[in-house]
């Protein structure tokens, strides 16, 4: 026993042991048998560090008094820090030979060692680094602490030194104090215990996973303390452990015949080791998954299981690690929330971990979960997906690949007969099988197959996705005058904003049938309705939103590259009337200016009665709106002119409109429909007012447009700036301009310096009511009390000061009797000196 | 001196009054409490015009360190310059020379004194109590004395012993503080006479006086009045033995108040209203003449007014002073002194007193223009000090202190741009360093009175001054931004009446520059009320929007706040549109107001609200089809600018037209409702 402990000592980095290490060595081995025996089943489990610790304060114990005893009870504790300061380093260290000892499976099914000596590989790197930023708060910490820890053990062994003679009498006694303190051992005490007995046992398993997965058990069974605090770093330490020791390859389940082939002494101890591994994770999990409902536990449970979704998307049980991680996507918890979302954005973006099948995964659970909760969800959990990569060409040979797709279809059904799961699993172990075994065969019929496959992955992921967005917008649709008090930020409709986010950002994926059905979908969220009557105030689509969907509305429409024979004109009657919408504090400029950018300045040339109609009304929303929204709506204003010349005649009061004028002949600025709106006839006066703008930029702006009325058709203005609208709002937007450094203020002579003596600020019948005078009466009284008044103080204070006098007169008396004693004193005694 | 003579009163009536004079003595706390801030203002500050510079460097765009704008924050003020002159009055207590031929009549009126004690107040029972303990005590050392006789010597050595090591101490002191006292009166010839002032000497003297301002008893009465300003000051002065009844008093006081402008002024031979004359007359032989008569006057008001208390009196004592301002033009630290009088008057005191007190100011401002950069200074802090906290009770006061604060600064407007310069330049500072962090704690910064008071007087600044001077035209610009800012970082339903005064301030700066600002979209959320609590109908709760900056979040849908929020977004938006009436594209400053307008008179359930809605939109719609069809008929163009200006210009002039006219009656509404609040 004292054998081992000395031979963990050096791997240890132990500090230098002192010269009497040997008898103490001894001494302490005794100790050590008397405690295995007591603890037969955590005897292996027993590290030195902690031992010796105990096993000198125990010895010290029976040797010393009270008070001394206090002392030592701290510097076991300082001790105990740090050994446990020195673990997290000794992990890394002694970590290098056994993780590059990790088997490797080759595709036939067995498991090849690697040489120890072999450089570290990818996978292990990025292991050692993931559990080193797990660890990172305390293995800083106790780096900090190790000198300290060190100096103390010096002192440590120095007292022992003392000590050593009078320690072998007294052995006896030695083991009594041993019981009594154990029976002492308060909660605290062995909460410590208990937290050694982890790291130890974690230790041993980084160590040498080979030969101690059975330590996972113990570890797991330290799970179900009864200590809360035990339980927590409990699941941490697993955390830590499982994070490091699961292999980059996934588990299969031995089928039957593989179980009943003979195999050899090594093949079975993988296959236990395995096993065990895979067990343990099962019930680590299930663990995790029981925890996490208590309140407790929650956030550390939910950040264990984020960490392993990280860590190991491609292992065993993802499919529940997955399936938790998923439903707290939307916890009302923001810490818990932000891990979830953190752990499936990385999933998405790094997809080479699992080849994209846990993307998948996740992404139809997100579906599953949006149809469950009924679209009252947090916005998070679809703003996810936002991070999702697909290959740009997906769209597009689909051709091809469906002439594939049934094939391959055959060739998994073939071979998976025998597998009693059920269908989705089976094509999930089917591909990795596929990944795994049957790599040669793919690869000998065609190259091609492996991106194709990627491709059917991201299809399917595609799918998922559009499914979820179109479940969100029929949602949004339907229950559009359904008012829901929602927890979730962004009104009844917590999903759409990020749903039309997605769409636009992925439209260009969309399949060409679902656009018709998508644009309707739009359409009608944008507010549209079939007859031009009123828009429902209580539409429950703030105007944001229904902006936003005009935008995507475009977006899907150019990203298929306009070859869609969709008709976009509702969309810009929505957006003429939106425009009166907004509200410059409720709603977003930026969505506005966007719009206004997407729709009108992007896009191609726009027929002359709307181009005419949008002119007007953007001139006269620029009078109502601060200078960033001006300032949009005048580039846009502009950009019209610019391509409709025929436009320009709205610069110039030509009576009656002249030959351009429309049906109507009368502008009507609330009409709904900018045919209908007359706005041809109409004279563009706002842009005389804003010429005096008080923001130069906007007024400078609309002298500009109104330069064009002078120009011939071909003929454009000097360019002011070629900033579209949105980037014009949001340099003239407020947070922005407040940014920016303050303008000096220049000081100029001044035409008048004096004024004479008229007033300016005050009104006349305010000045009059400052010569009223009061009464005579009034003011006498006034007077005379204030006259009063100051004599009865003077008074006072005359007779205090008399007060005073004749008293201090009455004291002196004293002091002159005295005097007058002193000096018949002095009289008698000059009288006896001259007598004498 | 007579300042700290004054003081020691006040000790001794802190310590001895306990009923008495509660007012004063709260009144001279705070006094005593703002000289002490400023005398840290002086620490950091220095010569005045070095502040100036500091100031500006400090609100220079570079300086954007935390600790600068944490300063700033700290202090919009300006430092202040508080070194006290000792000047040319100080040197003599004012105690003029006798004729002693002038008629002293005897004290036949001794009943008077016991009569005229009308004002009971605690001090005159504790006098009886000590009058009673003196006779005991003395009788007492009486009898001391009769037994040993030889103990009254040693007693007259050891008192003459007291005496002198009391003047010696005494005549330090007074040395110290002002030398001129004691040589004065020792110098003079005539020593001050000790006669008893009584009633019937005083009406002889006034009457003499009257008849002929050159009557030798004007000496005796001012120096009766002298006496009487400085009653109580010294307790055993001979003042105090010659003022023994409280007609004596009022009559010295009201007579001497009344009456010495206008024998001053037949003294010197000038008629009145004439400034410039007395300028000219500074060396003549007249002036030398009465000289001595004037600065006893003045200086003995100003004893006056340093120990009244009472707002009324004050007031009136003002009013009178006023009339000889113009002789404190010739001893400009008596009148430094009596601007730092008045400057607290003018703050503290009731609109009366701020008021007269203010016109005193300006009154002898604007004769020593040397003394504008003290008043300018103390009248800004004062008005940031006294703004920090609004309520319905003050917010008359605050106005008409504003204003007059204005009057001051447009007194000089190329010194004043400059410090509105400065002060602007650290407003706006603020609403950076603020906007950088949007904490909580930094939002209070500008969601406070104190910063909402000062723009709203460098608003109201540069209104009045616009046309005159250049340099406002670059703070009109940076007071918009501010006010922009503001409106930005602090948005939601609970900032309507902030958002609505911005507004207010908005349209006065608009009016005066001619500019456009979309003022409608400031308050646009007023017209946006849908939902009402039911529930509070019946509470009635009075909401005082002019005294509010945030609504409480109780009141927030409640039906008094929202038909105030639409009353007042009525009185803003009316004023906008009263400013753009007569221009070409009303129709379409009018369109998406209008549409909102109409909206919510449908839709508004506050029934009390649909007729100032429905007038406001009926005038709207009206002027707008009148602009409408006058613009028919003209031929230009929108970038014709000159013709855009001229369009409807007579129209302008003449003010017929019914929108002006509405508008009008609006801001009349508005006045009165405002009136109905104080």
Redesign the interface.
Known sequence: MGKSSKKKNKVILAPPLPPELDEDDIVVSDDDVEFVEKNPQQARNLADLDKDAIDGFLKRIADHDDDKVELLYEERERKRRAAEALKPRNGDDIEVDPVDALPVKTLDGKVVYRPAKKARSGDEANGVKSRSEEKGDGATQGSQKEPKGRSSKKEASKLQNLQSPTEVPKENLHSVVLEEVKEELSSDELFEKKKAQLAELGMALLEDPESNIRSLNDLLILCNDMDQKVVKLGIMSLLAVFRDIIPSYRIRQLTEKELAVEVSKEVKKTRYYEYTLIRSYKAYLQKLISLEKQPYFYLVAVRCLCSLLDAAPHFNFRESLLASVVKNLSSSNDVARKLCCEAIRSLFRNEGKHRGEATIEAVRLIAAHVKLHDCQLHPDSIEVCLSLKFDEDLGKDDSKEDKLKPKKNKRYQNRDVAKPSEKKKIKKEMLSKARQEVRADLRAVSFTLDPKEKKMIQRETLAALFETYFRILKHSMNNSRYKATSVFPGGSHPLLAPCLEGLGKFSHLIDLDFMSELIACLKKLSGYTDHQGEIPPDNALSVSERLQCCIVAFKVWRNNLEALNVDLQDFFVQLYNLILEYRPDRDHGEVLADALKTLLWEGKQQDMLRAAAFIKRLATFALSFGSAEAISALITLKHLLQKNTKCRNMLENDAGGGSLSSLVAKYDPEAKDPYLSGALATVLWELSLLQKHYDPSVSGMASNVLSMANLNATQNPVQLSSANPLEAYKDLSMGLELSKPAGKVLTLKCKRKRRSKEFVALSPDVLQKADCTVGEDELREKLQSHFAVLRGISENERLRTELNHTLSSINMYKEYKKQKKQSKKSKTGRKKVTRS | MAKKLGKK?RK??NK??QG??KRSRKLRSQFNRRTRKDGKGREDGGRLDGDGDEEMRR????M?TQEDVATLANSLEFPEDENEFDGDLSDSDGYLSEDPECPHYSDSEDGDVVK????K?G??G??NE??L??KK??K??KK?LDK?P??AN??GK??SELVSHESDEDSDEQDEMDSGDDGVDAGDKNPPSDKILTSKTISEWCQLVSKDPKAPALRNLLNAFRDACR??LH??SLS?QR?QS??V??QI??FILSEADNIFRSLLDIPDDDKGKLMNLRNGQKWQDVEPLIKSYLRNCLDLLS????N??L??VL?RLRASAVYFSAYPSTSRRLLKILVHFWASGD??LS??SF?MIREVV?LLPDCLDLCLTKGYNTYLSSSKLVDNRNIKNID?FM??L??LY?????KS??RA?TS??QL??I??QV??SKEKEDLLKIDNWQYINCINLWV?FIC??YK????VH??L??V??II??VA?LL??MRYLPLRLKLAQMLNEL?NCN?????V??LI??CL?FREIFQKEQTEKTNIHFSSLLKVPRNLLKSRDFQEQCILSAIEVLSAHFAQ?SY???F???A???L?LLKRLHEQTTIDSLHRPLKRLIDQVSENRDFVQRK?EV??????D?SS?ESFLEDEKMSGNASFTQYYESVSKNRQSRGRKFV
């Open positions: 009163a001794f009536a001895h009054l008495g004079a609100s220079e765009p570079t954007n005229d004690c009308i004002v107040d001090l005159d504790q006098n000590m009058n303990a003196v005590q003395k007492k050392l001391l040993d030889e103990f040693f007693l050891w008192e009653f109580g307790s055993n105090t003022l409280t007609e008093f009022y006081i009201t120990q009244l208390t009472d009324q009196i007031t009136n009013t609109q009366s008021l007269s016109l604007s008409l204003n007059c204005v009057e447009s007194l000089d407007v190329q741009s400059e310069a602007v330049g706006s500072a609403l950076r906007s950088k109201r009045v001054n005159d001077c250049h340099n670059s703070l610009s940076s918009a931004q922009r800012g930005y948005p939601g608009l001619q500019m456009f600002f979309p409608p979209s646009f959320g946006e753009w221009h070409v594209a129709p379409e400053v369109t998406i107001p549409i613009r003209v031929s230009f163009s929108p970038n600018m855009v």
